[in-house]
């Protein structure tokens, strides 16, 4: 059965809560350069940062997600020795080409990591990519935090 995360809806965009709304507008604003920081994006449309940090990677213009074949995992691994290597070279030879990494600092053992992949030219399904990394000892989460695939 599929995980909320992965199911995507199109929602007009009158029926989005404010909040959703905000969110696009800066992100709209960054991308643009009418804004410098993400903190000033938001003073300028009255969104809180945690707001805009909760509904970034969940909300897209339609738009964006038809030109686009970019998608935003986002891994809790194990704090090994060539772990983070590993992971990278299974995306790398599926032919997801990485955009962005963010690692935190481990803490009691585990590692959070979020990936933005430019998946235009995987070699393979991305259920499949999804299920084959799921597999792995070393990775105990995996999710899609946003995807414009």
């Known amino acids: 059965m599929k995980n909320e995360k992965d199911t995507f809806y199109l929602v007009r965009g009158d029926f989005l809560p404010e909040a959703m709304k905000k969110t696009l507008q800066v992100k709209k604003d960054l991308e643009r350069g009418k804004a410098t920081s993400i903190y000033e994006a ?5 969104l809180s940062r945690s707001a805009f940090y909760k509904y970034r990677d969940a909300v897209f213009p339609f738009q964006a997600i038809q030109q686009t074949k970019i998608i935003t995992l986002f891994f809790h691994l194990e704090d090994r020795s060539g772990t983070l290597s590993h992971l990278l ?61």
């Open 42 to 46: 938001v003073q300028k449309v009255g």
């Open 89 to 149: 070279d299974m995306v790398a030879k599926a032919g997801g080409n990485i955009l962005t990494i963010h690692q935190s600092i481990p803490l009691n053992g585990k590692a959070n990591v979020t990936l933005s992949l430019d998946i235009e030219n995987l070699k393979m399904d991305l259920d499949e990519l999804l299920r084959g990394l799921k597999q792995h000892q070393f990775i105990e989460k995996v999710d899609v935090l946003g995807s414009g695939a």
